[in-house]
């Protein structure tokens, strides 16, 4: 299975911009890059996700680098709301094509009012 | 629209007690259907997998079993409970994959809080 590592934590002030890294580099040729988020005693949800090209969406940005190995999710104006553990996942399929998100440890981002 | 329900949301147990929680996803056929736990401080760690009904691949050797009995039903299962399987459990679903280039994106139930005593 691919593997992800992340900072166990960051630090962002309010409104400013966020650059949360993960590194992969063993990842495959079709392993898409997915993020997403938990708050404090909630499930995860999804965040973001992309293959090989910088994706945006309403809640943040993926920069994917030029060889996949790393990427970084951008989150272009931090609120308080923001703070919770990030997760950076390769998606993996089993021996039969299965899909299955494995998330590690993931950053816990705390925003300083 | 789709929405998945797991219950119950807290539950405190003795040591070598039973276990069930279970989880329905509904608005959706055939979905792929997951169990996380969440340990005090750490990561999600997937537990078991299941791609349609009685279909369940159990991810690391544990106390715990997994049931589909209907398409949109998942149970998590311990005949004795340890101190160990205190945590956050996390039932999720995504559509059913193809083994082509599908991000799957997960969607995750309300979690249930497990206290083992």
């Known amino acids: 299975d691919a593997k992800t590592t992340q900072p166990n934590s960051m630090e962002s002030n309010e409104e400013e911009p966020v650059h949360l890294p993960c590194n992969h580099s063993t990842i495959s040729g079709t392993d898409y890059i997915h993020w997403y988020r938990q708050l404090p005693s909630q499930g995860p949800e999804y965040v973001i996700h992309g293959l090989t090209s910088n994706v945006n969406n309403r809640m943040a940005s993926l920069a994917i680098a030029e060889d996949r190995k790393s990427s970084t999710l951008i989150l272009h104006r931090a609120t308080l709301r923001d703070a919770a553990v990030y997760y950076c996942?390769?998606?993996?399929?089993?021996?039969?094509?299965?899909?299955?998100?494995?998330f590690g440890t993931g950053t816990r981002l705390t925003i300083i009012p | 629209s789709q929405t998945i329900h797991q219950w119950p949301a807290t539950l405190v147990q003795p040591v070598g007690s039973p276990l069930s929680l279970e989880c329905t996803v509904e608005?959706?056929?055939?979905?792929?259907l997951y169990w996380y736990r969440q340990a005090a401080g750490r990561g999600l760690q997937l537990l078991f997998y299941?791609?349609?009904?009685?279909?369940i691949s159990s991810e690391v050797p544990q106390n715990l079993s997994a049931s589909r009995p209907q398409d949109r039903q998942f149970i998590l299962s311990s005949k004795k409970l340890l101190l160990s399987d205190s945590g956050f459990y996390l039932c999720?679903?995504?559509?059913?994959?193809?083994?082509?280039?599908?991000?799957?994106?997960?969607?995750f139930g309300e979690g249930s809080r497990l206290t083992v005593l």
């Open positions: 996942i390769l998606r993996d399929l089993d021996g039969f094509g299965n899909e299955k998100l494995t």
């Open positions: 608005g959706t056929s055939n979905p792929n």
């Open positions: 999720a679903w995504s559509v059913r994959g193809t083994g082509g280039p599908l991000p799957g994106e997960l969607f």
């Open positions: 299941s791609i349609g009904i009685d279909q």
